[in-house]
DNA sequence: TTTGCTGCAAAGTGTTTGCACGGGA
DNA sequence: TCCCGTGCAAACACTTTGCAGCAAA
């Protein structure tokens, strides 16, 4: 996976451009909240995002972090997605272009991104064999991540002092 | 794909031996809302469930779906699943042993399951290659089934009368 | 009689919407 | 001036929970 933590890009300057071919205006809660996407963990929530804009302008409303992202939602920035049925909450995901599928650890529910080149394979031939169209895949796995792993093995660090070191 | 519509097997038979073993009871409730699961359209949600057991009662309640779903989950009988994110609802999907994976039709919304057998040398490589421990893999694809792409090619066939001729 | 299951209503969670105000083009 | 974007509160859709009564063992 190289990094975990991948670049968001340039999803403000992205925005940007997209909000100037519409008319559209480049606010400060905009900003801090395209600023938070590219600062928070991994996949965030609309909550997970709101705490983290709101710690630059106080009186930034849930309702407009929505607005938000389910605009860079239509704009094609951003993807939402549902990792596990139960956790009730949308996931966001920057839209790069390259198909990227996610791996779910059980235990710090860190939230892994990799290319599953193989993939594409196994799909042409699924596609051909019942004679679908398929216009995209979504590949989630769910299981243990390295760390967690190596955790147990050497001795009682927890899962949830895993999150703690990653400052979760 | 051989049947899009396969058979659940013995759910009321599992479930009243799951019952038998913890002391619980297969009340009529029960019967009607394994049934009905047994004859809704595949994956079917909460409340498709409660709308066809409710027919053989109606003092049905939907809470009392809940229950028994989230009870047949917690015995490993079913499985809740997301197939995308904005459909609020999760669908229930019968847990059968062997990995099976879904085809979402975006123009009649029909589900079909199949095995992906290559998938699982692709996952085992990416197991290895990131060193993750996998225990559960999901893949759905989305696009236009075989159905809906003929209708589309015959000519005006609407997906929506697709979605007629299947009852839905 | 004990205990499990139910219906009902209320609460809970995550997300969306109507509205009036305020500020940028 | 126009109208876009915002905060706020209410509405929403789906799911869960507390409780009292009922029914099966």
Redesign the pocket.
């Known amino acids: 996976m190289a990094e975990w933590k991948h670049e968001h890009g340039n999803l403000v300057e992205d925005a940007s451009g997209k ?1 100037k071919s ?9 900003r801090f ?1 395209l600023e938070a996407f590219r600062s928070a963990s991994e996949h965030p ?3 997970e995002i709101f705490r983290i804009a709101r710690r630059r ?1 106080s ?13 860079l939602e239509r704009e094609g920035l951003v993807q ?1 997605r ?1 990792f596990e ?7 966001f995901d920057s839209a790069r272009p390259a198909a990227h599928h996610h791996f779910v650890c059980s235990a710090c529910q860190r939230i892994i991104e990799f290319d599953a080149s193989g993939l594409a394979e196994v799909i042409r031939v699924l596609a051909k064999q019942y004679a679908l169209q398929v216009d995209q895949s979504t590949l989630v796995l769910h299981g243990v991540c390295f760390d967690c792993r190596s955790a147990a093995k050497a001795h009682g660090r927890s899962a949830k002092r895993n999150r703690i070191a990653r400052g979760l």
Do not use: F, K
Not at 22 to 30: A, E, F, L, P, V
Not at 59 to 71: E, G, H, M, P, S
């Open positions: 909000l519409h008319g559209g205006r480049m606010t400060d809660q905009r909240i929530t609309a909550g302008d009186d930034l409303n849930l309702a407009t972090v929505y607005r938000t992202v389910r605009w939402a549902v049925p139960g956790s009730r909450s949308e996931r």
